[in-house]
């Protein structure tokens, strides 16, 4: 079984400040993580994910998430907040087997202050 | 390319009422989901279809049935409406299950039954 936890519903930052968003996982099978960023009244965007290989992952707009096994974690960072960032944040988990299920977090709102 | 579209973007409807939603996705994509979104509860997978005329359940598909007769095409029927269907529903398709390959959202369809 798999499950996703986002820490925080509500992350405030100033703009230029570093962006943080937490998420842990848990799953049984070697996991594929993911970030979606969705927009006020739009569809969810892919902003990231970790399959294999480097845990460091490069995604759009200068966020980087980093895949850490021994913590369970793939928090989402950017070093400097923009104002086009306000957003809402999913962190989501699928595993290597033939569920085709996308396990998603309840969402992180990330508001950035002038 | 219109990627993933959603009709309709609005609707109200009666307790017991019925309705369909149409999703269309112009990628020729073989897979095809319908999410619902609920405040602090991330997206939930009601149905998905692994190609044309294959429909198959997701977490929480009570009250909700599907149909994929045209490989674009993926439907989402309310039989009888009640208001715990109150809710946001996204729609999304992509060219092979998860984890490899990504999911293309929809804008949304947000439905409010009174």
């Known amino acids: 079984a798999q499950s996703v936890t986002q820490l925080g519903s509500h992350v405030s930052v100033s703009e230029g400040a570093l962006v943080l968003l937490r998420c842990n996982y848990s799953?049984?099978?070697?996991?594929?993580l993911f970030w979606y960023v969705q927009y006020p009244n739009q569809g969810l965007q892919l902003l990231l994910k970790y399959t294999t290989g480097a845990t460091l992952v490069k995604g759009i707009n200068g966020f980087e998430a980093e895949f850490k096994k021994s913590e369970t974690s793939f928090h989402l960072t950017k070093p400097s907040a923009h104002m086009s960032d306000a957003a809402e944040y999913f962190c989501?988990?699928?595993?290597?087997?033939?569920?085709?299920?996308?396990?998603f977090g309840s969402g992180t709102r990330l508001l950035v202050r002038p | 390319n219109a990627g993933v579209t959603q009709t309709p973007k609005f609707r109200v409807l009666k307790t017991g009422q019925s309705m369909t939603l149409l999703c269309a996705q112009d990628m020729n994509h073989e897979y095809m989901y319908w999410y619902r979104q609920d405040p602090g509860m991330g997206l939930r997978l009601i149905h998905y279809?692994?190609?044309?005329?294959?429909?198959a359940k997701g977490e929480v598909p009570d009250g909700y049935n599907v149909s994929r007769l045209k490989k674009q095409n993926f439907l989402l029927g309310l039989e009888s409406a009640a208001p715990s269907q109150t809710s946001v529903y996204f729609c999304?398709?992509?060219?092979?299950?998860?984890?490899?390959?990504?999911?293309?959202f929809g804008p949304g369809t947000r439905l409010t039954v009174t």
């Open positions: 799953s049984s099978v070697p996991p594929y």
């Open positions: 989501a988990v699928s595993g290597m087997d033939s569920s085709y299920k996308l396990i």
């Open positions: 999304a398709s992509s060219a092979g299950g998860p984890p490899q390959y990504e999911q293309y």
């Open positions: 279809s692994v190609g044309e005329g294959t429909t």
